[in-house]
């Protein structure tokens, strides 16, 4: 099979240049070049992002909202303006839409504890979908378990695309939300959310969107898509861990009762009765990670500057490219063939176990991804019981994929 060259000059993206923003890619594995494609994980962190967190500790740490010194007040209009670039980001109506949370777990979490507390009643349903991460499964069983409601599921087909046909059945008038992700993290299918949430809507049922593997690789434009709820974490586009975002209609919100208690969250504390905050602070219980926070409005910041359509083309390209050179190989079945996808593939050599290949593959200096990704479900689908995973994003190169094509090949012959 002959293999279309990757083509750099289809997109404006200097992927050089942006590499000498990210240390960590410099580094030697097993003493090789390490070639990072274990992005859907989490992706690495520029050094503008290091030198932020690093400068809010050493020179401006205080903790936030309650302190009139001016650390203090200094470090809470940090932690707005972060709240605003969220906004702005995800082009939300006003910040009180912005819920700072753990990350994307943790937002699934909060959502699905409060919404379930003021809509679920028993016999009630909710709606997710096959391929879902574990993370956007378990918390909606447990609120069925807690609520005695139950849970559909929307079927996928052999290229990883959801069956709308299918999903419009699911309805009734027992539906009260519908949670499915925005790409997928084992597949790479973007999934048709502005359909998915046209079709809820028409049935009153509000639509969440994990968006945990699509924020990075695209515009996210919640007031466009029109969806109710939309998580994401802050290390799946390059700034810290241990925060992430729960954007919600601030009417929605509004009319949640709070999942956590605490300091932040309250409007006067009585032992006979607790009032509580206005959003977003309602929902932020306690000492929030202000730092991270910070440090994720530096990471939007920065991918606001390479241009997020330069980005999504480059890394499209970058797929494309990788996709045929690992047909090239042979004897390799991929799964997820949608015809949108993110920069992942995941894929098995015939009669060759994923941990075995990916242990090899370790060796020549190549991070990759191996096991069930949190889907036990989508390799349930397939009769499996795991895959390869290459997750690629913007700092990614086609010099790489030929390391990576080529120490596929080699495990192979070793393997085999």
């Known amino acids: ?3 279309t060259p990757f083509m750099t000059d289809l997109t404006n993206f200097d992927v050089q240049k942006t590499r000498e923003d990210f240390p960590i890619l410099h580094t030697k594995i097993h003493g090789k070049p390490l070639v990072y494609l274990d992005n859907g994980a ?61 990350g994307t777990t943790g ?9 379930g507390e003021k809509h ?22 447990m609120l069925c378990e807690r609520k005695k409601a139950k849970l559909r599921v929307i079927p996928f087909d052999e290229n990883g695309e959801l069956i709308l046909n299918e999903y419009k059945l699911l309805f009734n008038e027992k539906t009260r939300i519908v949670a499915v992700t925005h790409a997928s993290n084992s597949l ?14 028409e049935n009153n049922v509000p639509v969440m969107l994990d968006g945990a593997q699509a924020v990075q690789h695209g515009k996210i434009d919640v007031q466009d898509l029109d969806c109710d709820f939309y998580v994401f974490s802050g290390h799946k ?31 006067c504390v009585r032992f006979e009765k607790t009032t509580y905050n206005v959003l977003p602070f309602k929902f932020e219980a306690g000492t929030t990670n202000y730092i991270g926070a910070i440090g994720l409005a530096s990471a939007i910041e920065y991918v606001n ?15 494309q490219y990788a996709t045929r050179r690992l047909i090239e190989v042979g004897e390799m079945t991929i799964y997820g063939n949608a015809k949108e996808k993110i920069s992942i593939i995941s894929f098995l050599p015939d009669k ?51 390391i990576f094509i080529d120490a596929v090949k080699k495990a192979k012959m070793m393997l085999s």
């Open 1 to 3: 099979m002959q293999i």
């Open 42 to 102: 989490t992706t690495q962190k520029p050094q503008l992002v290091i030198d932020r967190v690093r400068e809010l500790y050493e020179k401006k740490n205080s903790s936030i909202h309650r302190g009139v010194h001016h650390l203090s007040e200094m470090m809470t209009e940090e932690y707005e303006y972060a709240r605003r670039t969220v906004k702005d980001f995800l082009n939300a109506r006003d910040t009180n839409e912005i819920i700072f949370t753990s």
């Open 107 to 115: 937002s699934i979490n909060a959502l699905a504890f409060s919404f």
């Open 120 to 141: 679920v009643i028993e016999g009630d349903e909710i709606i997710i979908s096959e391929m879902e991460h574990h993370s956007n499964i378990v918390p909606w069983q």
């Open 188 to 201: 790479g299918t973007i999934n048709p959310v502005k359909e998915i949430i046209h079709i809820a809507h």
């Open 237 to 267: 586009i390059y700034g810290p861990t241990g925060i992430g975002i729960l954007y919600g209609k601030e009417h929605l919100l509004d009319a949640l009762p709070p999942y956590q208690g605490g300091g932040d969250m309250i409007d």
């Open 305 to 319: 500057s390479k241009g997020v359509e330069n980005i999504a083309a480059y890394e499209k390209n970058l797929l």
């Open 352 to 402: 060759i176990h994923p941990y075995d290949m990916g242990m090899l593959i370790d060796k020549l200096g190549i991070a990759v991804r191996t096991g069930t990704h949190c889907t036990q479900p989508v390799m349930d689908h397939f009769s499996i019981s795991g895959t390869i995973r290459a997750s690629m994003v913007f700092y990614n190169t086609a010099e790489e994929i030929d």
